[in-house]
């Protein structure tokens, strides 16, 4: 079994109090774990208007699938997510 987890710090620009960067966070959190069967939280910075740290955890009984899988997810938010800045990202595997 291995335990992949994608950790992705994101910059909502425009985001002018908390409640319009939680309008902006909710649907993006809800689509993953809708559309990718994952588990997905906001785990840093809930007190900054503009910036998010989430992470996204995926078990699966194949190093190489996680990877994949995980490196997907990333892509997707990247590309269909164009009001969010992926600023950094980390998949980190744990067999």
Not at 5 to 25: E, V
Not at 31 to 45: M, P
Not at 52 to 70: E, K, M, P, W
Request: charged share 20%; proline share 4%.
């Amino acid at each position: 079994m291995h335990i992949g987890i994608l950790t992705l710090h994101i910059h909502l620009p425009g985001s002018n109090s908390l409640k319009q960067k939680r309008s902006r966070l909710k649907p993006l959190l809800a689509r993953l774990q809708r559309d990718y069967n994952i588990s997905v939280s906001e785990i840093n910075f809930q007190d900054a208007w503009q910036e998010a740290v989430i992470a996204c955890a995926f078990v699966s009984n194949d190093n190489g699938h996680t990877q994949r899988y995980l490196q997907k997810i990333s892509n997707w938010v990247n590309n269909s997510w164009p009001d969010v800045d992926v600023i950094e990202e980390h998949i980190e595997i744990i067999p």
